[in-house]
């Protein structure tokens, strides 16, 4: 039964539709401001996070860099804005616009 509802959740989450800017967004200001902020990958606690300038928390982390860059470059695009990679020791690596 597990199995069923694991399945059953993965099968529900794919077929949600993918939030795009357009979207309107009821809740508080920072939430538009956000949708504009770009979106950074930095080194943490021992793990890579993916977050939006502005954003007290990461939205997402991850133990390998390569599977940060891939979510938030994902974000990124959809925000039309841009991607900011930093290396380990803090230091920015790359810019990528995404802007239109």
């Keep these: ?3 069923q509802c694991k399945f059953r959740r993965k099968r529900i ?4 539709k993918a939030t795009q800017k357009s979207d309107s967004h009821a ?3 920072r939430s538009g401001k956000l949708l504009d902020a770009d979106v950074k ?16 928390k990461a939205s997402e982390t991850y133990d ?7 979510r938030a470059k994902y974000i990124a695009q959809n925000k039309e804005t841009s991607l900011e990679i930093y290396k ?10 995404f802007s239109k």
């Design 64 to 70: 390998t860099k390569e599977e940060a860059i891939e």
């Design 1 to 3: 039964m597990v199995r």
């Design 27 to 29: 809740g508080s200001k």
């Design 41 to 56: 990958v930095n080194y943490s606690d021992k793990q890579w996070q993916v977050i939006s300038k502005g954003a007290k």
């Design 88 to 97: 380990e020791n803090g230091d920015l690596q790359e810019t990528r616009d």
């Design 13 to 16: 989450l794919s077929s949600r």
